[in-house]
């Protein structure tokens, strides 16, 4: 493994705390995923002992697959919301398309890891550059817009206890993000869930029998494709257009990840994607999210709430992030815990969902800002201006058995445009 040369880490990637020191830091790893990593499952009524195990598993997976010489965490995915909510809309309720779609994504990881080890990255870049990239994760972050403002009761009936929650919950956040320091920087969305669910509690907004109901200890609530003898709820491995949907947002997530191992890797002085190799994150990445779409659960993706744990405590320790693994697991099968998150009331979702998808489209202008976009070229003002008005305004296009719409079809829009209209020059 190559040496760190240039950060300055209290404990590099290959070092390992002492016991106790080690459980705490492991903790501190699990309380920054939490927040975001149960949203997901939340927002999309899937189990969240299922997501938890799911983020814990995958994670072991990739560092397997990385030879354990990268400090991430694998945590449930946000990009892929809006794409399995509709298949599951579309098919009354069953999983079915949702699943299969997800297990096909961390396929297609796979697959591109496979090539980028025998061919090389550059027709990544010429697939996906930041034209193309900003675009696709602004639309991921607008086209959640409807759902966060819906959970937070701001409808014309919705009455003045969820909105009240929602802000709550919502300036909690906003006020850690911007003014806290130590722990409080670090789990600024558990916080503001906390905060929020107290104010739930006052309005009445809580039922706690869910809970009373639970019992200590439950095994996760797996779905799988196959007949378990109604041991686990089962689905079916579906292969219709409302799977075909949801492929085309590994693009975007494949990006994401090569851009969140490029960071990582300035935190910790190491250069990831060569050693050891963007095919070897992406396959880990692609089987840990096969595995956690096969039981049942969601689309995972490194998380940058742990690379700013590590940037912050400067303890990039890979045993650290391979505990807290171990121990989100282990809280997947406490049944009263598992049901006490599941009775978080949507105003605290939704005031959560306003700051989080707010950020993810900020992220995708970011992007287009990092990279110095020239939108005084027409050739990127027509690029950005067709994704962003058919992924925001929810285009549909039938084609034959295939069905795109959304975050889907504003990706390839955006790929075909790039690729078909021609480059201008400084001259032109």
Request: charge should be neutral.
């Amino acid at each position: 493994m190559e040496k760190n040369t240039s950060a300055d880490l209290i404990l590099d990637v290959d070092q390992s705390p002492s016991f106790g020191k080690g459980i705490l830091l492991s903790f501190q790893h699990v309380f920054a995923m939490f927040g975001a990593t149960i949203l997901v499952p939340l927002q999309l009524g899937m189990p969240v002992s299922v997501a938890l195990f799911a983020s814990g598993i995958g994670t072991l997976i990739y560092m397997i697959c990385t030879g354990f010489r990268v400090p991430v965490y694998l945590g449930s995915s946000f990009a892929f919301i809006t794409a399995m909510a509709l298949a599951m809309k579309e098919m009354n309720g069953d999983v079915s398309a949702a699943q299969t779609g997800v297990v096909l994504v961390g396929l297609i990881y796979v697959l591109v890891a496979l090539s980028v080890k025998f061919i090389g990255t550059k027709w990544i870049d010429a697939l996906l550059p930041p034209i193309v990239i900003g675009p696709m994760i602004i639309v991921i972050g607008l086209g959640l817009a409807n759902s966060a403002v819906s959970n937070a009761g701001l409808v014309a009936d919705g009455g003045w206890k969820a909105p009240a929650v929602a802000l709550v919950t919502f300036l909690i956040a906003a006020v850690v993000n911007t003014k806290g320091t130590g722990l409080f920087k670090i789990i600024p969305f558990l916080f503001a869930i906390i905060g929020g669910y107290i104010a739930a509690l006052l309005f009445g907004l809580v039922d706690f029998q869910p809970v009373l109901d639970a019992n200590w200890f439950e095994i996760p609530n797996f779905y799988l494709p196959f007949s378990t003898g109604g041991v686990f709820k089962q689905y079916d491995l579906y292969f219709g257009p409302e799977t075909i949907a949801i492929l085309p947002i590994a693009i975007v997530t494949i990006s994401e990840h090569i851009g969140d191992h490029t960071v990582l890797s300035q935190i910790c002085g190491r250069p990831f994607l060569k050693n050891p190799g963007l095919d070897r994150t992406l396959m880990g990445d692609g089987i840990a999210t096969a595995v956690s779409a096969f039981i049942g659960g969601p689309a995972n993706t490194t998380y940058g709430e742990n690379t700013g744990v590590v940037a912050m405590t400067r303890i990039a320790s890979v045993s650290v992030i391979r505990n807290a693994a171990i121990i989100a697991i282990l809280l997947s099968f406490l049944g009263k815990f598992t049901a006490l998150i599941q009775t978080v009331p949507k105003p605290v979702l939704g005031g959560m969902s306003i700051l989080l998808y707010g950020v993810i489209a900020s992220n995708g202008l970011k992007v287009l800002i990092k990279e110095h976009v020239d939108f005084g070229q027409i050739r990127n003002l027509i690029i950005a201006s067709a994704m962003l008005v058919l992924g925001i305004g929810g285009a549909v296009l039938p084609l034959g058995p295939v069905t795109l719409s959304g975050t889907a079809l504003s990706a390839l829009t955006g790929i075909l445009l790039n690729l078909l209209l021609p480059k201008e020059t400084k001259a032109s």
